[in-house]
């Protein structure tokens, strides 16, 4: 029992540093941020703070970690369900919506971050391909079976990321009706001739 409740403090613990260093790093930004006031931020002594992370680069790479392993978990499952592609494709995109909303603070910290990280150490990027080339794939199976507009999938994901940023973070507030019927006018089967 001690055990679980000291587990449990520490993961509450590493997320108080998690927030605390967001929003140093958003006033400051992640070069200018010092560990010292990481640690007051967090309402933490620096010794504390460094037990958990020795440096600024092991806090950011756990942020990028566990934000995009979240989004790829949350949608992870409902990836071989069997429904057309664009039913599909909206589902996924609803799905992280909600993830996304219900921890805005590391996601519009994590949607903007620099890439400071160097590759070696981009524990992350599994996580972050694997969506990107899910969604992707998905794009392509519905371009080929006409249930999506014949657009170049490539394109589509970095439009998409600006209408996904836009409806996220700058305050347009759709429920999950809205969000479908947008996705579903921007993703209309082309109309043949």
Do not use: C
């Not at 995109?93 to 590391?106: P, R």
């Amino acid at each position: 029992m001690k055990n679980e409740r000291k587990i449990e403090e520490r993961k509450i613990r590493k997320e108080r540093i998690i927030i605390g260093a967001i929003n140093i790093f958003k006033k400051k930004g992640v070069e200018n941020a010092t560990m010292s006031e990481i640690a007051k931020e967090s309402g933490f002594g620096t010794a504390t703070l460094y037990y958990y992370f020795p440096s600024k680069e092991e806090i950011l790479i756990n942020m990028m970690e566990r934000g995009w392993m979240q989004l790829w978990e949350s949608i992870e499952d409902k990836m071989n369900e069997n429904i057309p592609s664009r039913q599909k494709f909206i589902k996924l995109l609803n799905i992280m919506s909600k993830t996304v909303k219900n921890n805005k603070t590391l996601y519009e910290f994590l949607f903007t971050a620099p890439n400071i990280i160097d590759k070696s150490k981009q524990s992350w990027k599994p996580y972050q391909e694997s969506l990107y080339k899910s969604l992707q794939e998905i794009l392509e199976e519905g371009a080929k079976d006409d249930n999506i507009t014949n657009l170049q999938p490539e394109l589509v994901m970095k439009a998409l990321g600006g209408i996904f940023h836009g409806i996220v973070f700058l305050g347009y507030e759709l429920n999950e009706n809205e969000f479908t019927t947008i996705m579903n006018k921007f993703l209309k089967p082309s109309v043949k001739k």
